[in-house]
């Protein structure tokens, strides 16, 4: 089975340019989650989605920072415009109930982001 | 306020026995989950507690004291390919506001 895809795996841009992050969850999961990753900060959850609709974005830095799921199957994160505090390793995780009813998160491999 | 305290790094011997300990403040309680990164790799799941005591996994076990916002990993026989951060997560609500709370990590270094 296909675990959760994500793209691009490296991402090297200049400061005020528009990044943009895919990410394909498993199919039939419910809920999809964007997380940050840095030495700093460790792992923070930006955003997660249930059956495609938005349910806590409070974890996005600031208004630089959306993201979208128009399908089952797709969401993006988009920095627009990006700076050099948000290279980072972003992954994106999905899940759905298990038999144990835990919800195990499974992540892609991330997108490592690098600001100049 | 919430939070998770892991120890930063730990170093331990081949085919040793490894404790990593977690300890969490939070303001509700659903469960606490460890997951294992190896460097510059994704997160993957390694177990799951709810209840107080100890789940068996193969050479992995994960114990729970929810009155003592205490959990641990123990890793037996220690392999090599067990050199990585292990992450603690505790859930502090149910589903209709699913969210983790995440410790830092414990680096764990295995040596030959």
């Known amino acids: 089975d296909a675990g959760v895809i994500q793209s691009p795996r490296h991402e090297v841009t200049e400061m005020g340019q528009e990044v943009t992050l895919r990410c394909k969850p498993i199919s039939g999961h419910d809920y999809l989650f964007w997380y940050r990753q840095t030495m700093m900060r ?43 505090r948000d290279s980072a390793v972003y992954f994106c995780a999905s899940t759905t109930p298990s038999r144990g009813g835990h919800r195990e998160l499974f992540f892609g491999e991330g997108s490592r982001l690098t600001v100049l | 306020g919430q939070n998770i305290d892991q120890p930063t790094e730990m170093t331990a011997t081949e085919g040793a026995i490894v404790q990593i300990n977690c300890t969490y403040q939070t303001s509700g309680f659903n469960g606490l989950f460890w997951y294992q990164q190896h460097a510059g790799e994704a997160p993957t799941f390694l177990s799951y507690n709810v209840l107080d005591g100890l789940e068996e996994k193969g050479r992995f076990s994960s114990f729970l004291s929810r009155s003592k916002g ?31 709370i995440w410790g830092a990590g414990t680096k764990l270094i295995i040596k030959p």
């Open chain 1, 42 to 84: 460790g792992l923070e959850l930006l955003i997660y989605f249930n059956n495609n609709v938005p349910i806590d974005d409070s974890g996005m830095p600031e208004d630089r920072f959306s993201a979208k799921m128009p399908n089952a199957s797709f969401s993006t994160l988009k920095i627009q415009p990006s700076e050099p």
């Open chain 2, 70 to 100: 205490y959990s641990y990993l123990l890793l037996k026989e220690l392999q090599m390919k067990d050199s990585a951060s292990y992450l603690c997560a505790v859930r502090d609500r149910w589903d209709s506001n699913y969210q983790l």
